[in-house]
């Protein structure tokens, strides 16, 4: 039966290349812009991926917000089956927005926009995970994102 290597066993490559390893590309990349040789910087890669990461931290946002309405449509419906899996869920999507939003600040005002247009999928997951029927909920989003990023906002 042939040895099978180890992680640590297995040689790291030296790829500069972006499309071979990104994570090497990146690292390769960073030590060149620190280092100021700039003429060998892969420019429209590194372009690419900075417009990437503005698009990568909006849909993070919009996906926490989807989440965070999710759950808190369920506790407003659904009262006799709160729980500490529920009221868990709604703190931690509130502290991952908010970290989200102090990291990126120019996403504050996208954040009440993001609210609107993830309302939709929200409430058809809160209709799928409870089974109530969808006229129960609300057809536009009930809530400001004040609101929903509030510690003592619970919907009754």
């Known amino acids: 039966m ?14 500069r290349d972006y499309d071979q390893d990104l994570v090497a590309w990146a690292l390769d990349n960073a030590g060149l812009l ?3 040789r700039w ?3 892969d420019a429209e890669h590194l372009a690419e991926e900075l417009e ?3 698009k ?8 926490y917000l989807r989440n965070l309405v999710t759950h808190l449509l369920k506790w407003q419906y659904q009262p006799g089956l ?7 869920t709604v703190l931690n999507a509130r502290t991952a927005i908010r970290g989200i939003l102090a990291d990126s600040p120019s996403l504050v005002p996208e954040a009440a926009r993001l609210l609107v247009k993830t309302y939709g999928l929200a409430r058809e997951n809160a209709i799928g995970e409870t089974g109530l ?6 057809a536009s989003c009930p809530f400001t994102i004040d609101q929903i990023l509030a510690d003592d906002y619970w919907p009754e």
């Open 52 to 54: 990437d990461l503005g």
């Open 133 to 138: 029927p969808d006229q129960v909920f609300p």
């Open 82 to 88: 709160r729980g500490a899996s529920w009221r868990l």
């Open 34 to 36: 620190r280092a100021g």
């Open 39 to 41: 003429s060998e910087i």
């Open 56 to 63: 990568s931290e909006r849909r993070a946002l919009g996906s």
């Open 2 to 15: 042939p040895k099978l290597q180890t992680v640590s066993t297995i040689a790291a490559p030296s790829y």
